[in-house]
C-alpha cells in the first residue's frame, strides 16, 4: 500500500462509527428512535462529515473489512491478515481500540444470554436478548452498566446492577454525586446490589442464562446478563512495537511515534505522555480518539514538532429515548484530585468542583446548558486559585461557575 496509498484494515464488516452510541441511543426500543448505521459514522459525533463506504470510495482510500491484522514484519513493513493478503506499508497507523473485558468461560462468561458490548454485532445480538428479556442482569457500575441500565428503562424491564464498589463510577463520581444519580435509577426502576461480587452464572436445560450467584450465597433471576467490567488495549500483532507496562496498551511520544520509525499508534490502544499532568496515561474516550488521531496525521505529513497537549475529559448522556421523564447529561474535565466541593441538587442541575493546592483541578457539571460546558475545560486547564470557602457558600451552580469563573 505504498506510493501514496491509504487504507484502513478492520475486523469490522462497518465503515468506522461513533462507538459510544451503541451503549446510548443505538440500545433505544425500537419504537422510541433507536440510533442505526448510517447515522453515527465517523465523524458525525464532532460536528464533521459522515463517512459512510462511499465517502472512503470517492476518496480513494481502500477498504479492507472483516479482514484483522494477524501478523506483521517490522523488518520487511509488511502486514499479513486473517484471509492471507499481504499488505506492504510505508507509514503504519495502529488504532485498534479496545476489546471487552470478559468473564470466564468456566463462570458462565459465555451462555447464551450473556452480553458484552465493542461494536455494532455485539449491539445487535444485546437487542434480540431485550426484545425477549424479563429480568436483565448488568454486571459493572461504570460507563457500561449506567449507559446500558438507562436504556433497559425504555423497554420497562426489571434490571438490576451489581458492583463490588460502594457506589456507581468510582472512578469519577463522588459518593455524594453517585447517590444522586443513584436515587435517580431507582426511581426509574433500577435496583442496585452494591459492595458484592458475582461468583457465577447459571444456566437452565435450554442452555441459556437463568440465575446469577453472588459471592455472599445469594442469587438473582436473569434472563439476560450484560458484562460491563471494563476494557483491554487491543494489542493484537503489534506486541513488538514496544508496550507500556504500568497502563497497558503500546507506547508511544508526544507526536504517536512508536518505538520503530514509521509505525504509530492513536487512540485508546496508545500509551502516551499526558502532558498536562506529567504521567503516561491511556484514555479511553472519543475525544482523545479523534485528537490524537489528527495530531498524529499532522506530525506525519507536516513538520509539526509540538506535543500533544491533552485535556482528560468524561461525558455521558443517558435517558434520552422519547418518553423519558428527564434527560442526563453529564460533563467532565480536568484531573479528579483532592477535596471536593459539590454545589446544586441535582433537579435541576448540580456540579463538582476538584480543588488541590488551592488550585481548582476538575469539574463535572450535570444538565449544564451550552455555555457552561463551554467554560469546563477553560477551567481545568488554567487550573485558577479557588476560594473554597465562598464556593461552598454558593447557592447554585450558576453562581458557582461565576465564582470560579472570575479566577480566570
Not at 172 to 178: E, R
Not at 314 to 333: A, C, D, M, N
Not at 346 to 352: G, L, N, S, V
Request: hydrophobic letters at 40%; a neutral charge; charged letters at 25%.
Amino acid at each position: 500500500m505504498a506510493d501514496g496509498r491509504l487504507a484502513i484494515v478492520s475486523k469490522e464488516a462497518h465503515a468506522p462509527y461513533e462507538r459510544p452510541a451503541l451503549t446510548k441511543a443505538y440500545l433505544f426500543p425500537l419504537h422510541k428512535k433507536p440510533a442505526r448505521l448510517p447515522g453515527f459514522h465517523t465523524c458525525v459525533g464532532s460536528g464533521g462529515e459522515r463517512q459512510t463506504p462511499d465517502w472512503y470510495k470517492e476518496k480513494g482510500i481502500e477498504m479492507f473489512y472483516e479482514d484483522p491484522v494477524t501478523n506483521i514484519d517490522i523488518e520487511k513493513q509488511t502486514l499479513t491478515t486473517d484471509s492471507g493478503k499481504l499488505l506492504k506499508y510505508g507509514s503504519l497507523i495502529i488504532a485498534t481500540g479496545c476489546t471487552a473485558s470478559r468473564l470466564p468461560e468456566k463462570i458462565g462468561g459465555n451462555l447464551p444470554g450473556v452480553h458484552y458490548i465493542r461494536d455494532v454485532a455485539d449491539a445487535d445480538a444485546l437487542i434480540s436478548s431485550l426484545e425477549k428479556a424479563q429480568k436483565v442482569v448488568i454486571v459493572g457500575g461504570g460507563y457500561i452498566g449506567m449507559e446500558v441500565a438507562a436504556a433497559a428503562t425504555g423497554w420497562k424491564l426489571d434490571t438490576t446492577i451489581i458492583f463490588p464498589e460502594n457506589h456507581l463510577m468510582p472512578r469519577l463520581f463522588t459518593p455524594s454525586l453517585a447517590r444522586r444519580y443513584e436515587e435517580f435509577y431507582k426511581e426509574n426502576g433500577v435496583k442496585f446490589l452494591k459492595g458484592n461480587s458475582l461468583k457465577n452464572i447459571e444456566a437452565g436445560s435450554n442452555g441459556r442464562v437463568t440465575r446469577v450467584k453472588l459471592e455472599d450465597g445469594s442469587s438473582i433471576e436473569a434472563d439476560t446478563v450484560i458484562v460491563g467490567i471494563g476494557a483491554k488495549p487491543a494489542v493484537g500483532p503489534f506486541e513488538r512495537v514496544g508496550l507500556d507496562s504500568s497502563v497497558g496498551g503500546i507506547q508511544v511520544d508526544g507526536l504517536f511515534r512508536t518505538s520503530v520509525p514509521g509505525i504509530f499508534a492513536v487512540g485508546d490502544v496508545a500509551a502516551f505522555p499526558l502532558k498536562m499532568y506529567n504521567r503516561i496515561a491511556r484514555v479511553e474516550h472519543v475525544d482523545h480518539a479523534r485528537r490524537s488521531a489528527q495530531h498524529c496525521i499532522k506530525a506525519l505529513l507536516t513538520a509539526q514538532t509540538h506535543t500533544y497537549d491533552y485535556l482528560p475529559s468524561f461525558y455521558s448522556r443517558v435517558f434520552e429515548y422519547e418518553g423519558s421523564p428527564r434527560k442526563i447529561w453529564w460533563q467532565f474535565y480536568g484531573d479528579n484530585v483532592g477535596e471536593t466541593v459539590e454545589v446544586g441538587n441535582f433537579d435541576p442541575k448540580i456540579a463538582t468542583f476538584w480543588i488541590d493546592s488551592g488550585k481548582l483541578k476538575g469539574v463535572l457539571v450535570e444538565s449544564g446548558s451550552p455555555e457552561e460546558f463551554q467554560l469546563l475545560p477553560k477551567l481545568a486547564r488554567s487550573q485558577p486559585i479557588v476560594d473554597k470557602a465562598k464556593l461552598q457558600n454558593a447557592s447554585s451552580v450558576e453562581e458557582a461557575l461565576a465564582i470560579v469563573g472570575s479566577s480566570l
